[in-house]
């Protein structure tokens, strides 16, 4: 995209100037405003093929639409879909207004097919990121392309090294052939590859936005721990009820603080959700030193509820989760320069939320 955003007014009732900059398996990114009502964020739906439409405000900061006078320069957005799409089919990308239907400029997007291994996928990789990075500009935006490039690199020298030292061959001729002394196949345990999340609340998780955002963890692949600060509890209906939707509850007697559960894993979780202003202030310096690379999260559901623990959560951890806009706007105004999201009701909109916070 060129520093001059384009300016383009679609067809519709009112105003409407709006242009998607870019798209690919994973992400897309534009921008829209309706300049009648330069206050009011404009409402969105993106349309992936012949897939229910997902829903989301334009409502991200573009310091480059400010530069060149289009109000605020709070009409961006930029989504990453809750499960990437497959490369090897084309494609077709529709962003539109939802009040109308008017769409953005530069859509439909057509994602044509990738071509499948060989130099062509790799060319096809490299023009990807070259772009994203030559998207990016600011040191922030190219610290999670930074991050994905060292971990994906971490990922191929571990493949060559298990490769070259016959590892990963050794590892299949003992899951395949081991048998016990009587000469019946045995059972051999094959670790979950997924990463770990971990949710750390007053109490178990139990209302609807909590365990809406559990499954939103789960849906991102992740393997999702939880543990209640009061009385470490791991038994009971609640517990009983999370162990069935497929999460593993921590607590006592084999734990005796939140602290060790925190420390037993390291460093191996990708994301900590500290739910609770008390959580957060708590726990998040802990996460930090035995977890550098995971993202800690701290969720505030009450912003005027114990004010100084709550500005302390803000600023120990990476991003903050608010349960409302209102909400989203006071720790926005009270912590300047700290990323606040809103948690949302939609399963697909949350989704994308936690995998941007997490990946970001």
């Known amino acids: ?201 007053f109490d178990l998780p139990t209302t609807d936005p909590t365990r809406a955002v559990l499954a939103g963890l789960q849906a991102l692949d992740l393997r999702v721990g939880v543990v209640a600060m009061r009385g470490l509890v791991a038994e009971g209906p609640a517990a009983e009820a999370l162990r069935a939707a497929g999460y593993a509850v921590h607590g006592a007697p084999w734990f005796g603080a939140v602290e060790e559960i925190i420390r037993r894993n390291a460093p191996d979780y990708r994301v900590i959700v500290l739910h609770g202003p008390i959580a957060a202030a708590a726990y998040a310096v802990t996460a930090r030193l035995h977890h550098p690379r995971a993202r800690v999260l701290a969720w505030i559901d009450d912003p005027q509820q114990d004010v100084p623990t709550s500005v302390a959560a803000q600023l120990l951890c990476d991003v903050t989760l608010a349960s409302s806009e209102p909400a989203a706007e006071v720790l926005r105004r009270r912590v300047q320069g700290r990323a606040v999201q809103v948690v949302p009701e939609e399963e697909a909109e949350l989704v994308g939320v936690l995998r941007r916070v997490i990946d970001h």
């Open 1 to 201: 995209m060129s520093d001059t955003p384009d300016i383009i007014f679609t067809t519709g009732a009112e105003p409407f100037e709006a242009h998607l900059d870019y798209a690919d398996w994973n992400t897309f990114r534009g921008w829209a405003y309706n300049p009648e009502q330069p206050d009011v964020p404009v409402w969105l739906e993106a349309i992936v093929d012949d897939a229910k439409p997902v829903r989301f405000l334009a409502n991200m900061l573009r310091e480059d639409l400010a530069q060149v006078g289009i109000g605020t320069g709070r009409y961006g957005f930029h989504l990453t879909l809750s499960r990437p799409l497959d490369p090897s089919i084309a494609h077709r990308l529709v962003v539109r207004r939802v009040s109308d239907g008017a769409p953005l400029r530069n859509t439909p997007w057509e994602l044509p097919a990738a071509p499948a291994g060989g130099e062509a996928a790799r060319a096809r990789f490299e023009a990807v990121f070259s772009a994203e990075i030559a998207a990016a500009r600011t040191g922030e935006n190219l610290q999670p392309l930074t991050r994905f490039l060292v971990a994906q690199t971490d990922r191929l020298l571990q493949a060559a090294s298990d490769t070259d030292s016959g590892r990963t061959a050794r590892r299949l001729f003992r899951a395949r052939w081991a048998e016990t002394l009587d000469g019946t196949p045995q059972e051999v345990a094959v670790p979950d590859p997924r990463p770990l999340a971990l949710f750390v609340g």
